[in-house]
């Protein structure tokens, strides 16, 4: 039986309340204003418009779906660039839709060249009733050549300067938006709150070649004869986009809200985005390949997480796995687990044995009988390998083992006030 | 209501679609390719939005996906069942047109709808108060599925019902390879939790009632009887024992212990669905010998394919293009049955008669109709015994709704529940002062 919470789903991200926290990441799902309230009514809370400057032309063929073993578009790439309407069109959209749509958030990405542009552009994106504004310093394709986009996200000084104006002529709230196509995404943060940023949203797209086609050889997609690198994004770049959330979210010198993007398909995906520091969560891809109705799963979910956990308002959860996102050599060295083969569940399929023997450390072993492989405890690592590989769930546990030695760190047995248990796996 | 004795036939029935373990519920449900404007959907009766109730399974949020389900069909635990979802939702599956197998739709149903049920999840509340009251008439699905809908807007049921228990051939007639009747009756229970719904058990209208009574005493009546007894052939030998409706012995099978010593043959006349689901049954019982005996051919028969195709799996025998002209007995009871063949136009062809042996012979050759129960009714037309509804279920008469087989002619539970749900809301429109249509 539920518990009778009723949690409530609110979100405020650097001052923009929304009903919820889910929104549209500005891309072709935010192009227009009769888009974005269909969004609203499906049940998005808010939306980031498809980014505003000068409009652009662009090519034909502009996306590519990487598929793997028969599931379609676990990674997507796109070499599209901002908006291709006239500005009157969008701002006056803007301006309909937060008139018909009060409740919602309608922030609106921006991204132009010179300090008169964005004084203008952003005097006309508030008049027209943005709740909020974003600037792009993210797109990595296309706009950078042009000296905008990631070409301004990878330069901190850039960032924060522009960031200064939008700050300085902005009277709602400032995101920027960075770009993954740095080394480390802290300074990128920091530069923005320098600039005076209220929060940030992370990430754009990643540089990337999505295929080539060998018959034809050339990258895809492909424009005629030739292609260009694009933006990767969809469920594959969760990983890389949870890590720099979660690397800006740790940082005590940073401290601004965030709002998470990058491959968030399901409610579980934005669970773990607001777990490790997102106050509002922006999707593309999942909405662009299965239309806005996944909100209503999203919504729902999220409620039964927080409903089972306990939460009754969204910022009791931001950030709860934050604590436990550490350096590498804080982690317990002497914590140690085993792998356990269920030989109820176990059909014998073996995958674990050929993974352990050429991807791990030959500690699992076909039986003498039977089908059911044998764990050398006195050798198994504890890697997980075998547990991803097996295809039943449950069926392999990690179980810990007490092995009698205190917790101890890499750092702390660097300051000589440690003792390691012995290696495992070694094979001497 | 009474409990149904465990030694009833139908415990020995173990399901035709065993439930989904987790495995195999997220692998089928990764599968779906959550279309927009679904074929599935469309082919539901209820209009269960399927995609969505899929992707719900897979990510995780089986509450949601139970909610999605029931709020479009609060039967949708008995339809995962027993629905023929392979001439509806399955049967539209894209997937069948890439000759790829189609998603298991009412397997998923039925895993998420079973978890709730044993959650004791309950989705919907009663509506405040109206004041009005609603009187239905038969305590099938489809008067169920009205009086549920009509407790959500706030108006207050009663359901009388002729028999001591509810559920009509949801428990009684379907299948027990598909859902036995403690389950049924669970389910039952279940749908009255929302509460606020009155029980008369025993009363049967138009005797112990009538309608005029009824329209004086509620707001308003919805008509859900269902379809009256078996229909029978009034041949020589007609009183013989051991002849009987196919819907009397499947009732009884599901609800009592039915005789099978000294059966070694029998055999069930007809071509439909009831035939087919008896023929199944009897076999299922172990009586060595069952024949399927129907007037048309193999490709002229009402019953699914389907399920035609799995009786004969299971040793179903067929004698197609004959027709019986009489009993023969011994000691009072039934022996044989005496046929005539028919040609292709089911002309009888002349010489060809012959006795077919056999201790049980069961009729599936349709139910009557109840309609006469409200031939005298004002603003009631009837239609070959159907009573005359538009889509919303109404009558002529401003106050009198109708739905499920008593109005269709004999469709599935989950038209039954369709119309039940679609005149409650068109009766709580009438009950707020608008327009019922
Ligand atoms: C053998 C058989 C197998 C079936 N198998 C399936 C299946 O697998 N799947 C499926 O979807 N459908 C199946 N059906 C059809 C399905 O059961 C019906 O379509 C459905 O139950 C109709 O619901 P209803 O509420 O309209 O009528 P019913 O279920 O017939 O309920 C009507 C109720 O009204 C009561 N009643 C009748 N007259 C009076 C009166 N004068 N006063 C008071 N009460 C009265 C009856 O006792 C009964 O309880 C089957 C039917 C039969 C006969
Ligand atoms: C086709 C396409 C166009 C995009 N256009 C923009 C854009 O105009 N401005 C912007 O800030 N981000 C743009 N993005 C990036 C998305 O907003 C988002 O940051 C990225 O796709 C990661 O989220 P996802 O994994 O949910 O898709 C675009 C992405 C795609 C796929
Ligand atoms: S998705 Fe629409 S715009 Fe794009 S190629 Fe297909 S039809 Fe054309």
């Keep these: ?428 | 209501m009474p409990k149904l004795p465990a030694t009833r036939s139908e415990a020995v029935f173990a399901d035709a679609k065993p439930a989904y373990t987790p495995v195999q519920a997220l692998t089928e449900a990764n599968r779906c390719l959550y279309c927009a404007d679904a074929p599935c959907v469309q082919a539901c009766p209820t209009a269960i939005n399927i995609p969505e109730f899929i992707r719900k399974i897979a990510t995780g949020n089986l509450r949601g996906s139970a909610r999605t389900i029931f709020d479009a069909n609060i039967f949708g635990m008995s339809c995962a069942r027993v629905c023929p979802v392979e001439v509806l939702c399955v049967g539209k599956c894209v997937y069948n047109e890439m000759d790829v197998p189609p998603i298991q739709i009412g397997k998923l149903q039925r895993y998420a709808t079973d978890a709730a049920y044993a959650d004791g999840e309950r989705f919907a509340e009663a509506g405040p108060d109206t004041g009005k009251k609603v009187a239905l008439l038969g305590g099938g699905p489809a008067s169920l599925a009205a009086a549920h809908e009509l407790r959500r807007q706030g108006h207050a049921c009663t359901i009388f019902e002729q028999g001591d228990r509810l559920g009509g051939l949801s428990s009684s007639g379907v299948a027990p390879y598909k859902m036995k009747a403690d389950r049924a009756l669970e389910e039952v229970e279940w749908v009255l939790g929302i509460g606020g719904v009155e029980l008369r058990c025993g009363v049967r209208v138009g005797v112990d009632v009538t309608v005029d009574q009824l329209l004086a005493d509620f707001d308003a009546v919805f008509i859900g009887v269902g379809l009256g007894p078996d229909r029978l052939f009034h041949l020589d030998g007609a009183e013989l024992a051991g002849i009987r409706g196919a819907v009397d012995w499947i009732a009884e099978m599901k609800t009592a212990k039915v005789p099978c010593e000294g059966i070694q043959r029998a055999i069930v006349i007809g071509g439909g669905n009831t035939a087919v689901d008896a023929v199944r049954e009897l076999l299922g019982l172990g009586i060595p010998e069952v024949t399927m005996a129907y007037r048309g051919g193999e490709d002229e028969m009402s019953g699914y394919e389907h399920e035609w195709a799995a009786a004969k799996v299971a040793g179903a025998r067929a004698a197609f293009r004959v027709q019986p002209i009489a009993y023969e007995g011994e000691e009072g009871a039934v022996r044989a049955v005496r046929m005539l063949r028919l040609d292709a136009a089911r002309r009888p062809l002349p010489g060809t008669e012959h006795s077919m042996p056999a201790e049980l012979v069961l009729l599936a050759i349709g139910q009557s109709r109840l309609g006469e129960l409200f031939a005298g009714v004002q603003g009631v037309t009837l239609d070959h015994g159907k009573v005359v509804v538009d889509h919303d279920g109404a009558t002529q008469h401003p106050k009198i709704f109708a739905g499920g087989d008593c109005a269709n002619g004999g469709k599935e539970v989950v038209n039954a529940v369709a119309e039940g749900k679609r005149a409650a809301q068109a009766i709580d429109r009438l009950l707020r002062g608008g327009k019922a249509s």
Excluded at chain 1, 72 to 77: A, E, K, L, P, Q
Excluded at chain 1, 122 to 149: Q, T, V, W, Y
Excluded at chain 1, 153 to 160: K, S, W
Aim: proline share 6%; with cysteine; hydrophobic share 35%.
């Design chain 1, 1 to 428: 039986m539920s518990t009778k919470i009723s949690p409530d789903l609110t979100a405020n991200c650097a001052g923009i309340v929304t009903p919820n926290p889910f929104w549209l990441a500005s891309a072709p799902p935010t192009n227009s204003g009769d888009q974005i309230m269909r969004a609203f009514d499906a049940g998005w809370g808010g939306a980031v418009w498809k980014t505003l400057g000068q409009p652009i032309q662009n090519v034909s063929s502009r996306f590519g779906g990487l598929h793997y073993r028969g599931t379609r578009g676990i990674g997507f790439n796109n070499i599209e660039l901002i908006t291709d309407r006239p500005l009157e069109t969008n701002l006056r959209e803007i301006a309909e839709v937060k008139r018909r749509y009060p409740k919602h958030g309608v922030i609106v990405s921006l991204m132009v060249e010179t300090r008169e542009e964005w004084k203008d552009l952003i005097k006309r994106s508030i008049d027209a009733g943005a709740d909020g504004l974003e600037l792009n310093f993210g797109c990595p394709h296309g706009m950078c050549e042009r000296g905008m986009g990631s070409a301004v996200g990878q330069e901190p000084r850039l960032n924060e300067t522009i960031t200064a104006w939008a700050a300085e002529y902005s009277t709602v709230p400032v995101l920027v938006k960075l770009t993954p196509n740095v080394d480390d995404i802290v300074p990128h943060g920091i530069a923005a709150k320098r600039g005076g940023a209220d929060g940030v949203s992370l990430i754009n797209t990643i540089k990337s070649i999505i295929g080539v086609n060998i018959d034809r050889m050339v990258p895809e997609p492909r424009v005629a004869s030739r292609s260009t690198n694009g933006g990767y994004c969809g469920p594959a770049v969760k990983p890389i986009a949870l890590h720099m959330v979660g690397a800006l979210a740790r940082e005590e010198s940073f401290g601004l809200p965030i709002s998470g993007i990058g491959g968030i398909s399901n409610w579980r995906d934005a669970v773990e985005f607001i777990l490790l520091g997102a106050s509002s969560v922006q999707v593309c891809t999942e909405v662009m390949l299965r239309g806005y109705r996944v909100v209503e799963d999203m919504i729902e979910g999220l409620t039964e997480y927080m409903r089972e956990h306990g939460f009754e308002r969204l910022d009791q959860m931001i950030g709860r796995a934050v604590p436990g996102f550490s350096e590498w050599g804080d982690l317990d060295l002497n914590y140690e687990t085993v792998a356990k083969i269920d030989p109820v569940s176990c059909i014998g399929c073996q995958a674990c044995v050929v993974a352990c023997h050429d991807g791990a450390h030959q500690c699992i072993h076909p039986p003498k009988e039977g089908r059911v492989p044998v764990v050398d405890e006195s050798e198994c690592v504890g890697c997980n390998l075998c547990q991803i590989v097996c295809p039943v769930p449950g069926c392999i546990t990690m179980a810990e083992v007490d092995n009698g030695f205190e917790p101890a760190t890499w750092n702390e047995f660097c300051a000589g006030e440690a003792t390691l248990r012995p290696k495992k796996g070694v094979h001497e």
